[in-house]
C-alpha cells in the first residue's frame, strides 16, 4: 500500500460520560433516600393527631457561621389539641418558615400521650401529604437538580470527545487490552444482522429495509455504538454474513459512517451502491468511497485528509472546499509510491502562446518531487522545490476564474504505467531532470 501510517493507534480519552453517570448515581440516590424519609415521616404521622393552629410569633435571627452571616426564621404557632381547653406552643425554624406571616393557619401534629411532643406541618407538593415543616425535604431536590445538571454536561462533553478520537483515531475498544484496527476496504468482516432483508426500522415502521443491514461486533463507530453495515448482493434475509468491504459511506452532516459489504469479488460502482442504500442515506449528505482503481492508495487515507475523491476518464480528482493546509499536502505526499503521481495545472507560467504550465509530484528514492513546466515536448521542464511546489497549489486553490472552474480546487491522482521509467530519466547538463513523458499516462 501507499500509505505509510500505522494500522493501530492508541489514544488516551479521558472519557466523561463515565463522570455523568458517576454524578447521576448520585444524584438517584439522594432522590431515593428523600423519597424514603417523606414517607417514612409520613407513616411516623399516624401515631399523631392533629389540629390547626395559628402563627402566633416570628422571629428573624441572624448568626455567623464559616465567617458568614447566616439568617434563621423561627416560627411560633398556638394550638389547642382536641378536648381541652389548654394553648400549647410549638417553634419551627426552616427555609418554607421565612415565608410565614402572623396569623397564617398551619397544621400541627402532636401525640395524643403528650400535646407538648408536636410539630408543625405543611402539605408537600410532591406526596400530597403534610411532612414536618422544619426539615427541608426540598433543599436536597435542589441539590439533586444541580448533581443531575452536572451529570448531563459531563455525558454530553463524554460523547462530544468520544465522537471526535473516534473519528481522528483509533481508540481501545472496552475491555479489551488490544488496540482496535481500523476497518479499511477489502477487509473480511462478519455482520451480525439486526435487521434483515423485507423488516422495518423498529422506531421508523415506515422504513423498508431492501438490504441486509447490521453491526460489526466488537467494533466502535464515531457514534460510540458498534460499527454498522449494508449488505449488497444477498437477496434473501439472513442473521449473519461474512463478506468483503468494498465501500464506506460518509456523510457530510453527520459523524456516523456505514460499510458495504458484499461477497468476495462482487462488483458494484458507486451509483449502484447508492441506489440500493438511498432509503436510508437519502436524509443525509452521503457519498461512498470506494477501492481506488489500479491505484495503491487507500482512498480512507484520503478521506481523513478532508479530501473528496471523483473518478474521472484516466485519473482520480482530489477536491477540497478550502485551501489545503501545508500539513495536509505534505501527508497526501506521504502517501504516494514510485506508481502514482499527483499532477495539475497551474496558471502562474507567462507564455505568448500558451500560457500556464503543468505540475507533476512523483516519489523517487523514497521522497516526494516535482517538476513544472509547459505542455508540449520538454517544454522548458524543471524541478521546483517542495515548499515552492506547495505555495504553488495553495495560490492555484484560490483561483476562481469562470472558463476554468474544472480545473480548480483539485489535484489529479494518476497511476504511472511504468514506474521502472523514472529510473531512466537522464540528468540534463544544467542539472535538471528531463523525463521521458512518452512512457507516463495522461
Given at each position: 500500500m501507499g500509505r505509510k501510517q500505522s494500522d493501530t493507534k492508541n489514544i488516551t480519552i479521558i472519557d466523561n460520560r463515565k463522570v455523568g453517570v458517576f454524578f447521576f448515581v448520585i444524584a438517584a440516590v439522594i432522590i431515593v433516600v428523600n423519597l424514603f424519609v417523606r414517607f417514612y415521616d409520613i407513616h411516623k404521622s399516624a401515631d399523631y393527631k392533629h389540629v390547626d393552629g395559628v402563627v402566633s410569633s416570628i422571629d428573624n435571627q441572624s448568626h455567623y457561621y464559616a465567617r458568614k452571616r447566616r439568617y434563621t426564621t423561627t416560627v411560633s404557632v398556638i394550638y389547642s389539641p382536641e378536648g381541652t381547653d389548654m394553648n400549647y406552643f410549638v417553634s419551627n425554624s426552616g427555609f418554607m418558615m421565612q415565608f410565614a406571616k402572623k396569623g397564617d393557619v398551619y397544621r400541627v401534629y402532636y401525640k395524643e400521650s403528650n400535646p407538648r411532643d408536636a410539630y408543625i406541618a405543611e402539605k408537600d407538593w410532591l406526596?400530597?401529604?403534610?411532612?414536618?415543616?422544619?426539615r427541608d425535604y426540598n433543599d436536597a431536590l435542589i441539590i439533586t437538580a444541580v448533581l443531575l445538571l452536572i451529570a448531563i454536561l459531563f455525558f454530553e462533553d463524554g460523547v462530544k470527545t468520544r465522537r471526535k478520537a473516534l473519528k481522528e483515531g483509533k481508540p481501545e475498544i472496552p475491555g479489551?487490552?488490544?488496540?482496535?484496527?481500523?476497518?479499511?476496504?477489502?477487509?473480511?468482516?462478519?455482520?451480525?444482522?439486526?435487521?434483515?432483508?423485507?423488516?422495518?426500522?423498529?422506531?421508523?415502521?415506515?422504513?423498508?429495509?431492501?438490504?441486509?443491514?447490521?453491526?460489526?461486533?466488537?467494533t466502535i463507530a464515531a457514534d460510540g455504538e458498534a460499527q454498522d453495515a449494508y449488505i449488497l448482493g444477498i437477496n434473501e434475509p439472513v442473521k449473519e454474513f461474512t463478506g468483503e468491504v468494498i465501500g464506506i459511506v460518509h456523510r457530510e452532516d453527520d459523524v456516523e459512517t456505514k460499510l458495504v459489504v458484499a461477497p468476495q469479488g462482487s462488483s458494484f460502482t458507486s451509483e449502484q451502491i447508492m441506489s440500493r442504500i438511498n432509503f436510508t442515506e437519502k436524509y443525509f449528505k452521503s457519498y461512498v468511497v470506494m477501492k481506488l482503481k489500479d491505484i495503491d492508495v487507500d482512498p480512507e487515507?484520503?478521506?481523513?485528509?478532508?479530501?473528496?475523491?471523483?473518478?474521472?476518464?484516466?485519473?482520480?480528482?482530489?477536491?477540497?472546499?478550502?485551501?489545503?493546509s501545508k500539513e495536509t499536502l505534505l501527508k497526501l505526499f506521504d502517501l504516494l509510491t514510485i506508481?502514482?503521481?499527483?499532477?495539475?495545472?497551474?496558471?502562474?507560467?507567462?507564455?505568448?502562446?500558451d500560457p500556464g504550465e503543468y505540475v507533476t509530484v512523483s516519489v523517487e528514492n523514497g521522497k516526494a518531487v516535482a517538476i513544472r513546466g509547459n505542455h508540449g515536448w520538454s517544454s522548458g521542464y524543471e524541478s521546483i522545490s517542495i515548499d515552492d511546489l506547495i505555495e504553488l497549489i495553495q495560490r492555484n486553490w484560490d483561483k476562481d476564474w469562470d472558463s476554468i472552474k474544472n480545473f480548480v480546487n483539485s489535484i489529479e491522482l494518476r497511476r504511472v504505467p511504468f514506474p521502472e521509467s523514472r529510473r531512466n530519466w537522464m540528468e540534463h547538463p544544467t542539472g535538471v531532470f528531463v523525463p521521458d513523458y512518452s512512457l507516463r499516462a495522461w
Open positions: 406526596t400530597g401529604r403534610y411532612v414536618h415543616a422544619g479489551n487490552t488490544e488496540p482496535q484496527k481500523k476497518i479499511r476496504i477489502g477487509d473480511i468482516v462478519t455482520v451480525t444482522v439486526d435487521r434483515p432483508l423485507g423488516s422495518y426500522h423498529p422506531e421508523h415502521r415506515k422504513m423498508y429495509y431492501p438490504v441486509n443491514y447490521g453491526y460489526i461486533e466488537g487515507d484520503l478521506v481523513a485528509l478532508g479530501f473528496k475523491i471523483r473518478e474521472g476518464h484516466c485519473c482520480y480528482f482530489l477536491s477540497m472546499d478550502e485551501t489545503p506508481e502514482q503521481e499527483l499532477t495539475f495545472w497551474s496558471f502562474y507560467r507567462y507564455s505568448g502562446s
